[in-house]
């Protein structure tokens, strides 16, 4: 439009009112205080210009028009990112919690959710009125059944996910987390922040694929190769992964059932890499926490280096999505995050830093795992289930496995110079076009199915087999513009998975009759 257009206008305009220009100038007045007081907050805490996004400048804006410190009603569920201020967490954690969603007590006692076990071993959830005002009406209050597939003990060698769901009494019971493992013992890798917390406890892993996994994004260049095409591909994909996850919040929870009662804890570690791999590990996190905080909006971020520590705390936009970041000083080795994760959060807990009054369960992930729910309180409800005795050590915990989606690289995903680098590991991925790749629009419509246990409460068939990547039998599923990922679970480094059946409708998982 040229200047004389904007003069036109400018003429067919009525002139303010009184009333008009003093609302106005207030509104300005209080966006202009609180753009001050954010830019006073940034110098101390050193927060660097590109913290200030889009989102936090949109979310200024709309603050001016209704101030909230904490909670208010349904709508502030929904609310991202969940805190409203940058914080300062050499102070310790937030003082304040995202308080949403059912606690124990609400799960134990049935107050607006209650469930029945089907002797098949399917569930029924059901929902109705509550007076909690933390948890949102379903059907405009109307009571609701929701059926599950149901859970059943991890697939052997299979359960390995790099992430768990537990309550706090479970991980606080955990003797295997402890501080002087952690110091004495000779052998921790990465993997043992998942290992110590399962190996002596008793593991359920849900029947169908899409009642609860993990997206594995780093696994995506293990099975492809390395190169720097394939590096600029990789992060291209990921911008455009991060970018759908971003604007479709739910993705990952189309219940959109969240749960404040819970504290998760992710592990991170980038180091002082440089290049495509720290912006590799920055896609991750960025992902990860906005995954996880759709679903569990208190989450705490644990890393080893005081330059990941810098970079979440003040360089990242994550802030705001934060209720506590750690810096663990003294640990032996980089190969100790993961583990020394759960036992810092397990002694901060012991300490009263983290209250047992605020938070009753615990969910645990590495910083490269997209989690996806179909509604979080069914499973934190198996959390609290008592073990079975023929199946579980003595004082074990209910632990909750995601099963892990593995992507692979396609041709259609990368560039043809990549695809023609790395033409071997493509065709093995790929079969030439020949491999069946299900589109899946919504986790709430469809199913993935294992095979069901023979009787209640028991393992996987077994042995169920385990297909090579090779093989045409293994399909892959696809969800928005993500990486695509085997339907199944399995041993990544020998690449077999036991399969999931796909299915466009949702189904209960049971055996053909």
Not at 233 to 246: A, P, W
Request: glycine letters at 6%.
């Amino acid at each position: 439009m040229n200047a004389t257009g904007l003069k036109r206008q400018a003429k067919k305009t009525p002139p303010m009112g009184v009333t008009t220009k003093v609302l106005l100038g207030l509104a300005c007045a209080v966006v202009g205080i609180q753009l001050w007081s954010l830019r006073i907050a940034s110098a101390i805490f050193e927060v660097h210009d590109d913290i200030m996004t889009t989102a936090m400048w949109q979310h200024i804006a709309d603050s001016s028009l209704q101030q909230s410190s904490q909670p208010s009603g349904w709508s502030d569920m929904f609310k991202m990112p969940p805190f409203d201020t940058i914080h300062d967490f050499a102070q310790g954690p937030r003082s304040q919690r995202i308080v949403v969603g059912y606690t124990k007590d609400d799960l134990l006692n049935g107050r607006g959710v209650s469930f029945h076990d089907k002797e098949d071993g399917t569930v029924h959830m059901n929902t109705f009125q509550s007076s909690s005002r933390n948890v949102p009406p379903i059907d405009e209050g109307t009571n609701r059944t929701e059926k599950f597939a149901g859970m059943t003990r991890e697939q052997r060698s299979g359960g390995y996910s790099a992430a768990w769901l537990t309550t706090v009494d479970g991980l606080l019971k955990t003797e295997r987390i402890s501080t002087d493992h952690l110091f004495t013992a000779d052998k921790i890798n990465l993997e043992y922040g998942h290992i110590a917390m399962s190996i002596d406890n008793w593991n359920l892993q849900a029947v169908d694929m899409f009642d609860f996994f993990v997206h594995h994004l780093s696994y995506y260049e293990r099975v492809t190769g390395k190169g720097e095409e394939l590096r600029n591909d990789t992060i291209k994909l990921l911008e455009v992964m991060q970018d759908d996850y971003e604007q479709n919040q739910f993705y990952n929870n189309p219940s959109k059932q969240r749960n404040g009662h819970t504290l998760a804890i992710v592990a991170y570690f980038a180091g002082d890499s440089k290049g495509p791999s720290q912006r590799r590990s920055q896609l991750f996190l960025n992902m990860t926490i906005k995954t996880v905080a759709s679903i569990f909006p208190n989450v705490a971020v644990f890393v080893g280096h005081p330059l990941d520590y810098e970079y979440v705390t003040q360089h990242s936009g994550l802030n705001q999505y934060l209720y506590d970041v750690q810096l663990m000083k003294d640990l032996r080795s980089f190969d100790h995050i993961t583990y020394g994760t759960s036992v810092t959060a397990k002694t901060l807990f012991q300490k009263g830093v983290y209250s047992q009054d605020d938070f009753d369960f615990v969910y645990y992930t590495e910083s490269d795992e997209l989690p996806h729910m179909r509604n979080v309180h069914y499973l934190l409800r198996h959390t609290l289930q008592e073990p079975d005795p023929r199946h579980a050590k003595k004082n074990a915990a209910p632990v909750i496995i995601p099963h892990r989606g593995q992507p692979f690289s396609i041709p259609p995903d990368v560039s043809a110079d990549t695809v023609q680098r790395w033409k071997k590991n493509y065709d093995k991925a790929y079969l030439n076009g020949e491999r069946t790749i299900h589109d899946v629009p919504d986790l709430m419509t469809s199913s993935c199915c294992f095979e069901r246990p023979a009787v209640k409460n028991g393992p996987f068939i077994n042995p169920q087999r385990a297909f090579p990547i090779s093989e045409a039998k293994v399909e892959f599923i696809r969800q928005h513009r993500s990486f695509s990922h085997v339907a199944g679970t399995g041993n990544i480094f020998k690449q077999e998975f036991w399969l999931c059946e796909f299915s466009d409708e949702r189904k209960l998982c049971l055996p053909a009759e």
